[in-house]
């Protein structure tokens, strides 16, 4: 189903029927009475009736060819069985705005860029997009958890009717047992492939969407003259960068005090010069 | 509900009257409880030297001095150095001190934001030089005995590799030195978790991750940590709570390890991202590629006397990442000490209590 395809259709649609009410008003023929406010009907009522059900008719044809290009469900294919199935999937209802919502984000938000056209509209689509595709990976971590759980139970449940397993003789024990039980199951889960990689998926889904937060604060932030948080981290890190600088000169003139000085050969220490003295202190303080 | 739950009236009864009256004690004992009753880290030490954030502590002598170099304790970015030191009959810190050790600790402080720049080169090459030069001039020393805990460790590991010259001894404690060691081993199932999420990651997530969040967030690393013991996690304050809360004294030092665990610092970012992609992910300090200040880390130039000591149900650091060290560094002095207990039960378990203290103050006379 390509239901990005609609957009079309109704355009032909509606340049169809613009043509043809550009042509009957060229041919003389009478408008329909709600399109000329004020002006009485030509025909009789029954040229009217029939000018009415015409146009209906048209329209119906339209929207049905329209329908049929946009949800192709109806025409019979597999892949329309699949949409089909698909409505009654419980995994799709868990999801957030799964499938043609955020493939219509997608389509706005990677669509062409206009310098200064609908930016921050942009940014504000594109966190939706974000936000969507992440309750979209959390809802697919918690249905791995969620089966990791009913695991457990069923463990529990085959544990509590083992007959070799000794007998359980207090509340203490019924609990430890189902501590353990789910401790071990659950550490199975956090060890399986299919679980580290739904919580890496959704780690970096819940990271893009606080980055893209942060552009969206950061465009509010320039508006109204606030420093934003890329730029704070900037200034940082030229903080940082001096500190690092002035740390390593403090060390190298510190190295440099340290050092014993040549000796001459006569013997003497030659007396330090005043200002290589004070530069010293001043390095050293 | 089954044939296999056979739990006697009677039995059940004094059990419903038991687990009543602990609670009403427990419940009694927590109303009473105040937060200055919870103290940690209460071992007398003062600031003798301050960078940025990195404060260097010095404890105050508690006995006749046995070891004539004194020592610098270095704890990691990720927690505090005050699990060393949790309560009084508990602390590394006072066994060494009653043992007459000169010792000083290393504050790294409570990275922020401002910190996400920093760098393990910063820490290991920076911060933790100029407290060691600090304690070198005090003292006139040119070398002090170093004491590395967990990612302190590896700090003290690779500090010894580019500065032997300044390093007496090092003792290592729950340090991990190869970081694909939990890999094919039959280890229990919650051994190695974090090496396992570590590599679960692709280099790329990590440094989205840490541009989103400016460093890498404390709470995120409790979590992480939490995976490793799901049941005990989520039954902690149930549970746990209740199998404590009866006796005072258990009560407290639950809350006082609620408190350490509590004050986990955010690990400034760009340290984070070596941590875990050069450290975890490619394993950079045994393949010997593993580069701080330009300069590369040969572990080979440790060649001072090396105490490396472990925990033997360590689920955060497997043992074999710490054993590692023994085929990589350069000494001929090199002694394991495996401990009973976990990794943070070396520290604050009775059993350890006098092993721990008595074992690397006996290992340091030696040495000294």
């Known amino acids: ?285 | 509900m089954t044939g296999r739950v056979q739990v006697d009236p009677q039995r059940a009864f004094a059990e419903i009257a038991e687990f009543n009256r602990t609670l009403a004690q427990g419940l009694s004992l927590l109303d009473k409880t105040r937060d200055r009753d919870v103290q940690i880290a209460t071992t007398p030490k003062r600031e003798v030297f301050r960078q940025d954030k990195t404060v260097l502590y010095h404890y105050e002598p508690m006995a006749k001095r046995e070891v004539k170099v004194p020592v610098l304790v270095v704890y990691g970015l990720i927690g505090r150095y005050t699990m060393a030191d949790l309560q009084e009959d508990r602390s590394l810190m006072r066994n060494m001190l009653g043992q007459g050790v000169d010792l000083y600790v290393v504050d790294w402080g409570s990275p922020t934001r401002t910190d996400r720049w920093l760098t393990l080169d910063d820490y290991i090459d920076g911060y933790l030089h100029e407290c060691i030069l600090h304690i070198c001039r005090e003292h006139k020393l040119d070398a002090i005995h170093l004491l590395g805990i967990c990612e302190g460790g590896v700090f003290t590991l690779c500090y010894a590799a580019l500065h032997p010259e300044r390093v007496k001894s090092l003792t290592l404690t729950i340090t991990p030195v190869d970081f694909h060691a939990d890999q094919n081993t039959s280890a229990p199932l919650h051994h190695g978790l974090i090496n396992l999420w570590a590599r679960s990651l692709s280099p790329e997530d990590i440094d989205r991750m840490i541009e989103a969040n400016g460093n890498l967030p404390g709470d995120l690393m409790s979590f992480v940590f939490s995976m490793m013991t799901p049941l005990s996690s989520l039954t902690k304050y149930s549970v746990g709570l209740f199998d404590v809360m009866g006796d005072e004294k258990k009560l407290l030092n639950f809350l006082r390890m609620e408190k350490w665990l509590a004050d986990r610092p955010d690990h400034p970012g760009e340290a984070a991202k070596q941590w875990l992609k050069d450290l975890y992910q490619d394993n950079k300090l045994v393949a010997g590629k593993l580069e701080l200040s330009g300069r590369r880390v040969d572990l080979g130039r440790v060649r001072m006397p090396v105490l490396n000591i472990f925990a033997q149900d360590d689920h955060i650091i497997p043992p074999k990442s710490s054993q590692a060290l023994r085929q990589h560094v350069g000494t001929k002095d090199y002694t394991e000490l495996p401990l009973p207990g976990g990794h943070v039960g070396v520290f604050v378990s009775g059993k350890s209590q006098g092993i721990l203290g008595a074992g690397i103050v006996k290992w340091l006379k030696a040495r000294d």
């Open chain 1, 1 to 285: 189903m390509n239901w990005f395809d609609a957009p079309a259709g109704w355009l032909k649609y509606w340049t169809e029927n613009q043509t043809s009410l550009f042509q009957a008003l060229a041919e003389g023929k009478t408008a329909a009475p709600w399109m000329t406010p004020g002006e009485a009907p030509t025909g009789s009522l029954e040229d009217w009736t029939r000018q009415m059900s015409e146009f209906s008719r048209r329209s119906v044809e339209s929207w049905t060819a329209l329908a049929k290009q946009g949800w192709p469900m109806l025409t019979g294919s597999d892949a329309d069985r699949s949409s089909l199935q698909q409505l009654f999937d419980p995994a799709v209802w868990s999801r957030t705005g799964a499938g043609r919502f955020d493939l219509a984000l997608e389509r706005l938000t990677e669509g062409p860029t206009y310098a200064t056209l609908w930016d921050l509209d942009r940014k504000l689509l594109n966190a939706q997009k974000l936000w969507l595709k992440r309750s979209e990976d959390i809802a697919a971590y918690q249905a791995i958890v969620q089966a990791a759980w009913r695991r457990a139970i069923q463990r529990f449940v085959d544990a509590l009717n083992d007959p070799k397993a000794p007998p359980l003789n207090s509340g203490r024990e019924f609990l430890d047992l189902w501590i353990a039980t789910a401790n071990a199951c659950l550490l199975e889960m956090h060890r399986s492939d299919e679980f580290l990689e739904a919580q890496r998926t959704m780690t970096r889904s819940a990271t893009e969407y606080r980055l893209q937060e942060r552009e969206i604060a950061e465009a509010f932030c320039a508006m109204h003259h606030i420093p934003t948080r890329t730029e704070m981290d900037e200034v940082q890190h030229a903080v940082y960068e001096l500190r690092r600088e002035l740390r390593a000169l403090q060390r190298k003139g510190e190295g440099k005090l340290a050092k014993p000085a040549p000796t001459p050969r006569s013997g003497k220490r030659p007396a330090p010069k005043a200002k290589a003295k004070r530069k010293a202190k001043r390095v050293g303080s």
